[in-house]
């Protein structure tokens, strides 16, 4: 079981609400570990494939989620996380298109979720975690110190999508990928399976139209009136 003197700020919430590039800071000024939730699923999915192991072998995809080999470093520049699996570094590989669909099928499946779960709460060691997820306050740390929604209006989460896309160099639309976020959402919010919904007692914090420095401040000013100091000694 989780060690309770540990301290968790979970925060949730969907893809472009800002929670990754927010949680990455947040960890940073707290000087907590950072645990990339998201990521877990993604390599799971990634594994699956290595070892021809079909999205739909719910068993053998469970073993794998218990026994994958991966972990977490910092870059050379100690500025972003680098995911490996196998001893790989595999940060821009589990970001593609086809890896993030795979996780999407995988995150779906309940006993996938149940074999990832100790995995997870084996990253709340001292001083702190920051958990980055959609289901951290709910199930994953129903514990933890500090619950945090993190949101968007549906059309500034497609603006922020749009942006990524075209400075990748994809052409695509803006009304569309809208359109697909609203889908998401309602598939996300009415799943069964941890549905995308804030914690009891989580803050819901609105990004629409905040620069980032400004979530940061409000999320640490949440985190201050939790006890926990943002102070680094
Ligand atoms: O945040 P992300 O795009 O890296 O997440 C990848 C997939 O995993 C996405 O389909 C949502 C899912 N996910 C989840 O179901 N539960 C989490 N705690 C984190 C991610």
């Given at each position: 079981?989780?060690?309770?003197?540990?301290?968790?700020?979970?925060?949730?919430?969907?893809?472009?609400?800002?929670?990754?590039?927010?949680?990455?800071?947040?960890?940073?000024?707290?000087?907590?570990?950072?645990l990339?939730?998201?990521?877990?699923?993604?390599?799971?999915?990634l594994?699956?494939?290595?070892?021809?192991?079909?999205?739909?072998?719910?068993?053998?995809?469970?073993?794998?989620?218990?026994?994958?080999?991966?972990?977490?470093?910092?870059?050379?520049?100690?500025?972003?996380?680098?995911?490996?699996?196998?001893?790989?570094?595999?940060?821009?590989?589990?970001?593609?298109?086809?890896?993030?669909?795979?996780?999407?099928?995988?995150?779906?499946?309940?006993?996938?979720?149940?074999?990832?779960?100790?995995?997870?709460?084996?990253f709340?060691?001292?001083?702190?975690?920051?958990?980055?997820g959609?289901?951290?306050?709910?199930?994953?740390?129903?514990?933890?110190?500090?619950?945090?929604?993190?949101?968007?209006?549906?059309?500034?989460?497609?603006?922020?999508?749009?942006?990524?896309?075209?400075?990748?160099?994809?052409?695509?639309?803006?009304?569309?990928?809208?359109?697909?976020?609203?889908?998401?959402?309602?598939?996300?919010?009415?799943?069964?399976?941890?549905?995308?919904?804030?914690?009891?007692?989580?803050e819901?914090?609105?990004?629409?139209?905040?620069?980032?420095?400004?979530?940061?401040?409000?999320?640490?000013?949440?985190?201050?009136?939790?006890?926990?100091?943002?102070?680094?000694?």
């Open positions: 079981m989780m060690d309770q003197a540990v301290a968790v700020i979970a925060v949730d919430g969907p893809s472009g609400s800002g929670k990754g590039t927010i949680c990455q800071r947040i960890a940073a000024v707290l000087g907590f570990h950072y990339d939730s998201g990521a877990l699923y993604r390599l799971l999915a594994a699956a494939r290595r070892h021809k192991v079909p999205l739909e072998d719910v068993e053998d995809l469970s073993v794998l989620a218990e026994h994958m080999d991966i972990s977490f470093r910092m870059n050379a520049d100690g500025d972003h996380p680098e995911v490996i699996l196998e001893g790989e570094d595999v940060t821009a590989q589990i970001r593609t298109e086809e890896v993030g669909a795979g996780a999407s099928k995988v995150a779906a499946i309940p006993a996938v979720r149940t074999a990832l779960l100790s995995r997870q709460r084996a709340a060691t001292a001083p702190g975690l920051v958990a980055d959609r289901d951290m306050g709910t199930v994953v740390f129903p514990d933890a110190r500090v619950k945090i929604f993190l949101t968007a209006s549906a059309e500034e989460r497609a603006r922020r999508r749009y942006n990524q896309l075209i400075g990748k160099g994809e052409s695509v639309s803006l009304p569309g990928l809208i359109e697909q976020v609203r889908a998401r959402d309602e598939r996300d919010t009415r799943r069964e399976v941890s549905p995308l919904i804030p914690a009891e007692g989580a819901v914090v609105d990004t629409t139209g905040v620069d980032i420095e400004q979530v940061v401040e409000t999320v640490l000013k949440i985190v201050r009136n939790a006890g926990i100091s943002t102070y680094r000694v």
